[in-house]
């Protein structure tokens, strides 16, 4: 990509960078089960429910009920960022780019933190025995036509969680800004829950049939089809082996120019599949 730096040289006096629009950062890393480990792989623990045993006589022996141990195993990845400043380009600057430089790729690395919690929550998890888990049909809600983000794809979800004993505290909602329309313009909707949407819309509430709204513009489309992803906590693990690390050197072998570097190492999984549901809306 070609130098553009010289694009800030001065002309006219003035003191601050406007960061053009973008997502500033992660959205949904404090919305997930995070760990932190030391290794390559990171597992995530899972343990089976059981069932109590009757006791039909006095003295009967105590039974062992087996517990059923299984986990979902991450391999974390690497990411980094990096952008150089060459010291004959801060005579013709009025600002001091630093600042703005790191806070750019701050808000990058976040972007991408975001990316791999949204590919894990429909993707392939692994188990521990190394074999690939996909999220079943049956936590999926999909549009065969033009139908966007309804009231029923809404209860649908929330009736397949309830049904699988989710938790009800920690229930989220990935949306685009469309769904939120969607929302606002479904007809049928009565007029205290069109209340409650309007405000979801305004940023004055984020909190509707029980689940917290997130809205990232990040989700995937196929055939105009937007997949919305409503989660609880537990149902999905970002786990980090090394997290965000900033460095601003000088370079010795580039002039002496200076370089904003990060990196971390992480990846997400899909922890238990009754904790996912995704939903299909359509968006032309």
């Known amino acids: 990509m070609a130098y553009t730096g010289n694009k800030w040289y001065a002309q006219q006096f003035q003191d601050n960078v406007m960061q053009l629009a973008q997502q500033k950062g992660s959205r949904l890393r404090d919305k997930v089960w995070t760990k932190e480990a030391n290794s390559e792989k990171v597992n995530f623990e899972r343990l089976g429910s ?3 045993v009757a006791k039909s006589t006095r003295y009967a022996d105590t039974p062992n009920v087996e ?3 299984d986990r979902r195993v991450v391999t974390l990845t690497d990411y980094h960022w990096s952008t150089l400043h060459d010291w ?3 005579v013709r600057m009025l600002v001091d780019p630093r600042s703005p430089y790191t806070e750019s790729g701050a808000m990058a ?3 991408t933190i975001d990316d791999l919690i949204i590919a894990a929550a429909t993707g392939n998890a692994v188990d521990g025995a ?4 996909a999220l079943g049909a049956g936590q999926a809600i999909t549009e065969s036509g033009t139908a966007g983000l309804t009231i029923a794809k809404l209860l649908t979800a929330k009736e397949k969680m309830d049904a699988a004993e989710v938790e009800p505290e920690d229930r989220c909602i990935i949306v685009g800004s469309r769904q939120v329309s969607d929302l606002l313009n479904t007809t049928e909707v009565k007029s205290s829950d069109y209340n409650t949407v309007k405000a979801l819309a305004e940023g004055s509430l984020n909190s509707f049939l029980g689940f917290d ?3 990232s513009e990040r ?3 196929a055939s105009s089809k937007r997949k919305c992803i409503v989660f609880q906590k537990r149902g999905l693990g970002l786990a980090i082996g090394k997290d965000i690390m900033t460095r601003v050197d000088d370079r010795p072998d580039k002039s002496y120019g200076w370089q904003v570097y990060m990196a971390f190492a992480m990846q997400a999984t899909r922890v238990e599949e009754a904790r996912v549901v ?3 809306a359509h968006e032309a």
């Not at 190394?130 to 888990?133: D, I, K, R, S, Y």
């Open 67 to 69: 517990m059923v141990h």
């Open 109 to 111: 690395m976040g972007r």
């Open 213 to 215: 709204f997130i809205r």
């Open 50 to 52: 059981t069932a109590a």
């Open 219 to 221: 989700l995937s489309i």
């Open 88 to 90: 004959t380009d801060d």
């Open 278 to 280: 995704s939903i299909e």
């Open 130 to 133: 190394g074999a690939t888990v």
